[in-house]
């Protein structure tokens, strides 16, 4: 049974970082591409940043234009987790976060293409 579990969310100024962190279980994600998503209220989730990791062990990540220059995704193979860094967080990044773990191999940007999901972790930007 693959499950996810996200941490490392909260409430943090305009301007400050904070660091999520997924943990996979059950699949190892080094095979898939994962996804960061988010989801503000009363909006759609997001794609956020992805990374997938060649068979040559080389990791390959994109991000939303929104975060590009901002957040920074990486992958811990042998602790099977993916990593968010999130820097100059602005009041807009408030949302609900959420790691995804798909079938395919590539990154993709849309939610559906992906099998499972974390419970997700809140972060809150404050002005």
């Known amino acids: 049974q693959v499950q996810l579990v996200e941490s490392g969310g909260g409430l943090v100024q305009a301007g400050g970082s904070l660091r999520l962190s997924c943990a996979a279980s059950g699949r190892t994600f080094s095979r898939y591409a994962m996804g960061w998503f988010r989801q503000a209220p009363g909006k759609e989730r997001e794609f956020v940043a992805g990374i997938r990791r060649s068979g040559g062990g080389t990791y390959y990540a994109d991000y939303a234009d929104s975060v590009k220059g901002r957040f920074t995704i990486s992958g811990d193979n042998a602790k099977n987790t993916v990593h968010l860094q999130m820097n100059s967080l602005k009041p807009e990044d408030t949302a609900v976060y959420y790691c995804?773990?798909?079938?395919?191999?590539?990154?993709?940007?849309?939610?559906?293409?992906?099998?499972?999901w974390g419970q997700g972790t809140q972060v809150t930007v404050s002005s």
């Open positions: 995804a773990l798909g079938p395919r191999v590539v990154i993709v940007s849309t939610p559906s293409a992906y099998d499972y």
